[in-house]
Nanobody, 124 residues
Framework: QVQLVESGGGTVQAGGSLRLSCVAT????????MGWFRQAPGKEREGVAG????????TYADSVKGRFTISTDNAKDTVYLQMNSLKPEDTAMYYC?????????????????WGQGTQVTVSS
């Protein structure tokens, strides 16, 4: 059974930083891409960043380029999202996702597995 568990959320002032982590267990497919999505109250869920270690590809939403960095550990079981220069509009529930895809994507359909989310709140 695949499980994704996020951590690292919290409340930070605008301009601050947070690092989110997501540990994937039970994932057996040798192809694995991972991504971070977020959903703010009253808004649709949107892709934030994606990474496919095997293809060496990453992708970011325009709204976070230059501020957020996605990475994985050597075992590729943990994905991180380093968030710098946070803005109030970054406030959302952040979800980790994983799926057997070949290149980094912000589309939801390639991701089969989702975590429960971790809340990020940025105060002005």
């Amino acid at each position: 059974q695949v499980q994704l568990v996020e951590s690292g959320g919290g409340t930070v002032q605008a301009g601050g930083s947070l690092r989110l982590s997501c540990v994937a267990t039970g994932y057996r497919d040798r192809r694995k891409c991972m991504g971070w999505f977020r959903q703010a109250p009253g808004k649709e869920r949107e892709g934030v960043a994606g990474i496919c270690p095997d293809s060496g590809t990453t992708t970011y939403a325009d709204s976070v380029k230059g501020r957020f960095t996605i990475s994985t550990d050597n075992a590729k079981d943990t994905v991180y999202l380093q968030m710098n220069s946070l803005k109030p509009e970054d406030t959302a529930m952040y979800y980790c996702a994983a799926g057997p895809w070949g290149w980094a994507t912000l589309r939801e359909s390639p991701y089969n597995y989702w975590g429960q989310g971790t809340q990020v709140t940025v105060s002005s």
